[in-house]
């Protein structure tokens, strides 16, 4: 992705123009956070709880629904992992399985002594598994 900065000393204030081929769910992603609608909502029953990316350690997906967990607490969501992935940010989430996304930040230990997987520890003493299909992206986004 191309960047470019440039400074208006009469502008009232910054403004951000995308300029893509296509209007793709990066893109859109990407306006989002902009925009300052990157915070995902949780939801504990029939309370809405407002999440921070920086407070997430893994999305994952249990009882034909999705679910979001957090160092105190677990919430549901109402989006779908795909729709996850392509609006967290790509280079602090990561899927490690057809049903999970984590935390890169989050991650406290590696164990890569098992055959045809890595045992992923995240903050909290929460574990997690990269399933084969994911084992040689994670490698490659964290430079094994």
């Known amino acids: 992705m191309k960047v470019d900065i440039r400074i208006d000393p009469g502008c009232a204030g910054p403004t951000v123009t995308i300029t893509a081929p296509a209007l793709t769910d990066e893109v859109k992603a990407l306006a989002a956070r902009l925009e300052g609608g990157a915070a995902l909502i949780g939801w504990d029953g029939d309370t809405a709880v407002p999440l921070s990316e920086a407070d997430i350690l893994r999305c994952y997906g249990e009882e034909k629904g999705v679910k979001v ?76």
């Open 69 to 144: 967990q957090t160092i105190g607490a677990v919430y549901d969501l109402r989006e779908r992992l795909y729709e996850l992935e392509a609006r967290l940010d790509r280079h602090t989430f990561v899927r490690i399985s057809h049903s999970e996304i984590v935390n890169l930040r989050k991650v406290t230990a590696l164990d890569l002594s098992l055959t045809g997987t890595i045992r992923i520890a995240l903050t909290g003493g929460t574990v997690c598994y990269v399933s084969r299909r994911y084992v040689k992206k994670i490698k490659e986004t964290l430079d094994l």
